[in-house]
């Protein structure tokens, strides 16, 4: 079987018993292309090998979707009350850098996901000796990671936005939509100002302590009482919004679009029969359980799932890994063209997939991720 093809079982999986000190956790290599993958490490207190594979499936999805030849992978380290502290912390990803070295050196490009922060990567990239600019068979990256990468963090909630619209658009809307944004952290902020740039209405934004809605809300004011974990401050909030803290009560508002940009199954099972809205965007991974499409799409809602909408942060980083960034452009140039490239993919991935969906009953996606791995495999 080609390694482009679509196999149930990971390339491989790597269980982390630490190199120096202990540490558990665990590298899973989905599928490689050209001998290349690449992903997030996530630590968290609950996450296991299943989730780290699911994780890095979602991956291989994306990338084949985005037509970029690098196959997906993800890690995982379990947080401890010990471990994920203080001088505990910095030796936790001492030691994550040491274990996962070779793996690093070999073409396995891991990067940042829940609970790892951009300090924590640089403590592992330097134990293994590791700049991604530089990789025997590859030209030289011109600039440093940092360079490349801060300036697009808002490339996610960039897609998420053009998803959304290419959605609205195909089904035939003309007028402004009223929008409710889950999750208001580095997603969820760039989303709203997007849409909201764009002539739309956000009548609701949720985060962890609960659901503000109004008819029209003022996102730059509330990007302004907005942390950087995404918690909206609530003693500062404008006047005339409504809050509930009842659970998932974005849920419950009048909107035509909801974009998920929280936690994972935020859509699911058990609350999906009270979804109002008639287009759903996620800009989370996993954002809906496979139950809650089935709801959605049975009651004729159009749903974009994450490894179409969200690519903006894996596919920027891949474009840099292989080298297809235009790298001799100006900062400002190179950053649009990044935004530009993700916002085509997601577009046409968005069309294609609805294309899909109105020509046959069951889930699109099969069908596409078929037609764009045969596309690679050209
Ligand atoms: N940042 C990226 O580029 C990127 C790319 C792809 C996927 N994702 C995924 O998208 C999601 C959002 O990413 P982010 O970077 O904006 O995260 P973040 O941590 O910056 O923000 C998360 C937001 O969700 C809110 N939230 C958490 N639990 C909630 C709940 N139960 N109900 C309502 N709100 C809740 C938080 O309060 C916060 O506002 C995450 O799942 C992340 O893994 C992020």
Same mark, same amino acid.
């Given at each position: ?65 985005? &037509? @970029? ?36 050196? &070999?073409?396995?490009?891991? &990067? ?10 640089? +403590? ?28 697009? =963090? ?5 897609? +998420? ?39 739309? +209405? ?14 029209? @809300? ?56 009270? @979804? ?34 969200? =690519? ?25 063209? +990044? ?40």
């Amino acid at each position: 079987m080609s390694d482009l093809e679509d196999p149930h079982q990971p390339a491989f999986t790597v269980h982390l018993n630490g190199s120096g000190a202990p540490i558990k956790g665990w590298v899973v290599v989905d599928t490689l292309v050209d001998g290349l993958a690449m992903g997030g490490t996530r630590m968290t207190t609950a996450v296991s090998e299943e989730e780290v594979a699911g994780l890095a499936r979602d991956m291989t999805e994306k990338f084949t979707l985005a &037509g @970029l030849r690098i196959g997906g992978a993800k890690a995982g380290i379990v947080a401890t009350d010990t471990n994920a502290d203080g001088a505990n912390r910095e030796q936790t990803f001492r030691t994550f850098g040491r274990t996962v070295k070779p793996l690093l050196h &070999g073409g396995i490009h891991l &990067g940042i996901d829940m609970g790892v922060t951009p300090a924590d990567r640089a +403590v592992f990239f330097d134990e293994a000796g590791y700049d991604p600019r530089y990789r025997l068979g590859a030209p030289d990256m011109p600039i440093d990671w940092r360079t490349y990468y801060e300036p697009l =963090i808002d490339c996610t909630g960039h897609g +998420v936005g053009v998803a959304a619209l290419t959605a609205l658009e195909a089904g035939g809307r003309t007028e402004p939509a009223k929008v409710a944004i889950q999750g208001f952290g580095a997603v969820g902020r760039a989303v709203a100002r997007f849409l909201e740039e764009r002539g739309h +209405v956000i009548v609701a934004v949720a985060d962890v302590q609960g659901t503000i809605s109004a008819d029209r @809300l003022p996102v730059a004011d509330l990007v302004a009482i907005t942390d950087e974990f995404g918690r909206i401050d609530h003693s500062r909030l404008p006047q005339h919004v409504t809050v509930s803290r009842e659970s998932d009560a974005w849920l419950d508002v009048d909107a035509d679009l909801l974009v998920l940009a929280a936690q994972k199954y935020a859509l699911n099972a058990e609350n999906a029969h009270r @979804l109002r809205a008639r287009v759903v965007v996620e800009g989370a991974n996993l954002a809906s359980s496979a139950e809650a499409k089935e709801k959605v799409a049975a009651q004729g809602t159009v749903l974009v799932p994450g490894v179409i909408a969200n =690519i903006g942060g894996a596919g920027s980083a891949a474009l840099a890994v292989t080298r297809v960034v235009p790298f001799d452009l100006g900062a400002e140039a190179r950053k649009q063209w +990044v935004f530009d490239w993700v916002a085509d993919r997601v577009r046409l991935n968005t069309r294609d997939l609805l294309e899909i969906a109105a020509a046959r009953p069951g889930n699109p996606l099969p069908e596409l991720l078929a037609a764009r791995r045969q596309e690679l495999h050209r």
